[in-house]
Each structure stands twice: as C-alpha cells, then as structure tokens.
C-alpha cells in the first residue's frame, strides 16, 4: 500500500502570495489533517477533514483553509503569505473507526517564504 | 493552561544503554497517548499507543508506561542503536478518536557508538 504522498516537496514563495499544497490520504483512509511544523512551535494541528467535512480546526488565521475531495484526497491553501508561514506542512490520514487512532504521516511540504 | 512538556534537552546515551523519555501533561484527561519517531527532513512515524487502562505496553525493544495520575508517561528503548538517534514526540487527543493530536516539543535522543 502506498503511504500519504504529499506535494511539492519544497516550495519557495514571496510574501503576499498565496500556496495550494496537496495531500493523498492511504488508499482506504476517510480522515485527513493537516498540521504545521516550525522549530519555535513544534507541530501545531491546523484542521482535519472527513468525508469532504471539516470536522475540527485549530486556531490558526483564516488565511489557512483546506478542503477534502470525494476520493478522500485534501488540499490546503495559504493566502497572503507571511514570513511566518514558513514551515513544513504535514499532512495525516487515519481510518477513522473505533480503536483506529494512530496516523500515518506524508514526507511533509517545505515551504519558504521570501 | 493545557500542556504537554517533554525534556527539551537532547539526550546522549552509548550504544547498548537504555534510553528514557519522559512526556507530562496538565489539565488533560487523555484516553490514550501516542509516542511517534521523526527523522530529519520526514514526517513522525507512528510507533505506540498507551491507553489509559494499561500500565505499560511493549514492542519489541520499546516500552511505554502511562500514569494517569502523575500524568505522565514514560518511554524506554531498551539496548539502543546509533539507528535509534531520532526526534521522539509523544502525542494525546483530548477529545478522543479524532485527528487533533496535541505534541510535546519532542526529545531528540542521540546514540553514540
């Protein structure tokens, strides 16, 4: 079974623009969230979709948004980027079901911003 | 406030000694507690759940205890491995089956030859 493939995998972008990274959950996986990962905050959960439904998020601007495809596949976007966004963005999938809580984790997008 | 703290310190230990890592937590009451492995440039990989009815867990060369009541849980890595040199996070959901983990800073354990 492949695992979560994630892309790009490094991405360099200036302030003010805007980003859409994409997340394919394991083949089977109905749940996925995304978290970001810096070195002052460490991974910071940022929302989780199932079933094309956002169903928790974390306190993050509203620039973040995500969304969650019929085939379970997930993007995020970043608007109005700052330097701050910098970081490497994880995206996660799980099965979803009773005493099925571990996720598995995609390679992560790096993204700078400029 | 809710935290979850792990030792900030990296940890150095010689190849074949135990390694142990600790993760407390305040004012969470988790139903389980996950411990994940990140290498460099990667994302976590899943290694170990601990419920809050269990004790202790184990696979393999690792251990987990869970102490609900200091609110903390341990992890050991028995006759570690320069292969074993990794981050070490450890991870709980405060509401219970849903993919909002909550992480520790994570520990970065180093094995030396």
């Known amino acids: 079974k492949a695992g979560v493939t994630q892309t790009p995998r490094y991405l360099i972008k200036t302030r003010g623009q805007q980003v859409t990274l994409s997340c394919s959950p394991i083949s089977g996986h109905r749940s996925v969230s995304w978290y970001q990962q810096t070195p002052g905050q460490g991974l910071q959960f940022l929302f989780e979709?199932?079933?094309?439904?956002?169903?928790n998020k974390g306190n993050f601007p509203g620039r973040f948004s995500g969304r969650q495809f019929s085939n379970s596949r997930s993007e995020m976007n970043v608007s109005t980027l700052e330097l701050g966004d910098s970081a490497l963005y994880l995206c996660?999938?799980?099965?979803?079901?009773?005493?099925?809580?571990?996720?598995?984790f995609g390679s992560g997008t790096q993204l700078s911003v400029l | 406030s809710q935290k979850i703290e792990q030792n900030s310190e990296a940890l150095n230990i010689q190849e074949g000694k135990t390694a142990t890592l600790t993760c407390n937590y305040t004012?969470?009451?988790?139903?389980?507690l996950q411990w994940y492995r990140q290498d460099p440039g990667r994302g976590p990989v899943f290694l170990l759940l601990?419920?809050?009815?269990?004790k202790e867990k184990r696979k393999e060369r690792l251990k987990v205890t869970f102490d609900t009541t200091l609110k903390q849980s341990l992890f050991h890595i028995t006759a570690s491995q320069p292969a074993d040199s990794a981050t070490y996070l450890c991870?709980?959901?405060?509401?219970?089956?849903?993919?909002?983990?909550?992480f520790g800073q994570g520990t970065t354990l180093q094995v030396k030859p």
């Open positions: 996660a999938s799980r099965v979803q079901g009773a005493r099925e809580e571990k996720l598995f």
């Open positions: 004012n969470y009451s988790p139903a389980y």
């Open positions: 979709y199932f079933s094309e439904t956002q169903r």
């Open positions: 991870a709980l959901d405060p509401r219970g089956n849903t993919g909002k983990l909550i």
């Open positions: 601990i419920r809050e009815n269990e």
